[in-house]
């Protein structure tokens, strides 16, 4: 049983930052890709910054300049270090990994902007 864990979500005032961790309960494979993705209230699930195992990023573009992607394999850990955090960042964060055909996620963890 894989399992996910996330942390470091909160309340944060606007053009804060916050830095959200993952650790996930296996050391996978090489062959593997980890991200964040988001969900607000009443709204769908979507995509905010991917890693793979070679370190390659990708970012949405309502994350690009702010939002870096980050692991740290040792720690079978992956990092979102959030910057100039806006109202509409405000979500639910989870973490997700995907091994071959095989799909992960945690429980989330809450990010609130606000003043």
């Known amino acids: 049983q894989v399992h996910l864990v996330e942390s470091g979500g909160g309340l944060v005032q606007p053009g804060g930052s916050l830095r959200l961790s993952c650790v996930v309960s296996i050391s996978a494979s090489n062959n593997k890709l980890m991200g964040w993705y988001r969900q607000a209230p009443g709204k769908q699930r979507e995509f905010v910054a991917t890693?793979?195992?070679?370190?390659?990023?990708n970012y949405a573009d309502s994350a690009k300049g702010r939002f870096t992607i980050s692991t740290d394999n040792a720690k079978n850990t992956v990092y979102l270090q959030m910057n100039s955090l806006k109202p509409e960042d405000t979500a639910v964060y989870y973490c997700?990994?995907?091994?071959?055909?095989?799909?992960?996620w945690g429980q989330g963890t809450q990010v609130t902007v606000s003043s």
């Open positions: 890693i793979t195992s070679s370190g390659r990023t």
């Open positions: 997700n990994l995907l091994v071959g055909s095989f799909d992960y």
